[in-house]
């Protein structure tokens, strides 16, 4: 599976992206795909996620501002998600990570993209 992110950049405070993540590959029992970040020196945090069933979860510090979408199949890897982030801050600067979790042959698997770097910034 392989996860081909797009969209990232510099912002000024209060402007807006739109990241994109492509996925391609093998039969996956998705169970979730979405957006992770991670800003120098914190951990990785989730951002926003959407789940098989159409269910999407935020991350509270971006309710409200970021919107995620897409469609989930749930037998195959080709999917595609977007995140509309609005409202941007300087806290939001980061490297933001695709991810695509679920199930393969019984077995939790986690598939990364290589990360795309967000700059707010005036």
């Known amino acids: 599976v392989q996860l081909v992110e797009s969209g990232g950049g510099l912002v000024q405070p209060g402007g807006s992206l739109r990241l994109s993540c492509a996925a391609s590959g093998s039969a996956f029992s998705i169970y979730a795909m979405g957006w992770y970040r991670q800003a120098p020196g914190k951990q990785r945090e989730l951002v926003a996620e959407i789940v098989s069933d159409g269910t999407t979860n935020y991350a509270d510090t971006v309710k409200g501002r970021f919107t995620i979408s897409g469609d989930i199949s749930g037998d195959n890897a080709n999917n595609t998600v977007h995140l509309q982030m609005n409202s941007l801050n300087p806290e939001d600067t980061a490297v933001y990570y695709c991810?695509?979790?679920?199930?393969?042959?019984?077995?939790?698997?986690?598939?990364w993209g290589q990360g795309t770097q967000v700059t707010v910034s005036s």
């Open positions: 991810n695509m979790g679920g199930t393969l042959g019984g077995t939790w698997v986690d598939y």
